[in-house]
């Protein structure tokens, strides 16, 4: 999730991965992101905006290859895959944010709060660290666990 603010106070939005929510002087506005792709493929969009659209859809379509990727291998342990899939969507939308933006999240085109990256950075730290516990003991729980007490011999 990204919070805009369009230019002198002309409109603000909220950006989700598959739809723009903007409010601006024009009116209300409620944009999936395929609509976004063929006004930048028709011409309508171009330059700083048509490279931020392509580099948010990249984002997700990472972000929906991870979630493809997590149902269809979820028992065979495949968390690594998953994760550089996350951390590519969210590099990806950091990328189209500072496209807009620039590298302050301010500029001309107004301002933004990326809410949303933080967030995919944090999971895909989380989902590839899940776990390793688990693997590291996982040989060691098949084991008997050892004991500190010496056995009894012979009772006398």
Not at 119 to 139: K, M, P, Q, R, T
Request: aromatic fraction near 10%; include cysteine.
């Amino acid at each position: 999730m990204t919070i805009t603010i369009i230019g002198n106070n002309l409109g603000a939005g909220i950006r989700f991965p598959l739809v723009l929510y903007q409010e601006t002087v024009y009116g209300t506005s409620l944009i999936p992101v395929w609509r976004e792709i063929d006004y930048v493929a028709a011409g309508l969009i171009g330059g700083r905006s048509a490279c931020e659209i392509l580099l948010w859809t990249l984002g997700t379509l990472l972000l929906l290859a991870a979630v493809a990727y997590l149902i269809i291998r979820r028992y065979e342990g495949h968390r690594h895959t998953v994760a550089l899939l996350l951390a590519g969507a969210g590099v990806a939308y950091l990328a189209s944010i500072i496209a807009q933006y620039g590298p302050l999240f301010h500029g001309p085109a107004g301002f933004c709060i990326p809410a949303g990256v933080p967030l995919i950075f944090g999971v895909a730290w989380w989902v590839y660290h899940a776990g390793e516990e688990d693997e590291s003991n996982g040989v060691d729980d098949l084991q008997e666990p050892e004991s500190d007490e010496v056995p009894s011999g012979d009772s006398r």
